[in-house]
């Protein structure tokens, strides 16, 4: 396990933020457009915020409503702060332990993540886990989830880290997870704490597909091998 870099995935993976992310993206819309629960009918599992939210605006037909996005976005974050603070947020099972161990032994660690920059680390204060990842790729990097391993790897180099993609793995609990590590040859490890079932995961092409990061071991040693 050396000359790696793992790379997290946010909701469904490390945590779950109790319906907070949609809570907040509801409550904004409302706000700036009139509409209520207007993600309901939206998919979002490993999309990009802005993805989603472009997506939003198509589907409620909202002139000009593109030219409306970062007022959103940042209402959306204003929501968003508030949203967090709620009794169902939980870190999956094994995170802690997980990120421990690997931090112990200096591997390098960050996150990609559809979620746009503040919205991630506001997910993340409430757990005390921010510290793990001192950088990454974000929804607000790129709407394309697929455009972000390179941004990553790009940001690690500026720490001394220097990878090509297939010394990299992505971690993450949807078929889109996988696919944007496996576009650029990286490996991809899927959990299934999210909403797709381990024969989804394993359909999407993944290198490794774990019940939850409690399975430590075979995690570890799926890593020795590569």
């Known amino acids: 396990m050396k000359d790696i870099l793992l ?3 946010i909701d469904g993976t490390l945590i779950d933020s109790g319906e907070a992310g949609s809570r907040a ?12 629960d207007a993600f309901k009918p939206i998919s979002m599992a490993g999309k990009t915020d802005t993805q989603i939210i472009k997506e939003a605006l198509v589907f409620h037909r909202i002139d000009n409503g593109m030219h409306m996005i970062n007022n959103m976005i940042s209402t959306y974050i204003e929501f968003l702060k508030m949203e967090i603070d709620n009794p169902r947020r939980t ?4 995170v802690a332990e997980i ?3 690997f931090d112990s032994r200096n591997i390098p660690m960050g996150l990609l993540t559809g979620n746009i920059e503040e919205g991630a680390r506001i997910k993340l204060s409430p757990f005390g886990i ?7 790729a974000f929804g607000s990097d790129h709407e394309d989830r697929d455009m972000l391993l390179p941004i990553a790897i790009s940001r690690f180099s500026r720490f001394g880290i220097d990878l090509t993609p297939d010394r990299c793995i992505i971690i993450g ?3 889109r ?3 944007c590590a496996k576009i650029h040859g990286a490996r991809a490890v899927a959990v299934c704490t999210g909403p797709y079932s381990a024969d989804a995961l394993h359909s999407s092409g993944a290198d490794l597909v774990i019940e939850s990061l409690n399975h430590k071991e075979r995690l570890i040693s799926f890593l020795k091998e590569l």
């Open 173 to 175: 609990d949807t078929p």
């Open 7 to 9: 790379l997290f995935d």
């Open 91 to 94: 870190l999956k099972p094994g």
């Open 130 to 136: 921010n510290r793990y990842f001192p950088t990454g």
């Open 177 to 179: 997870d996988v696919r």
């Open 25 to 36: 993206l509801n409550k904004a819309f409302e706000k700036l457009f009139g509409i209520k």
């Open 99 to 101: 990120l421990e161990f």
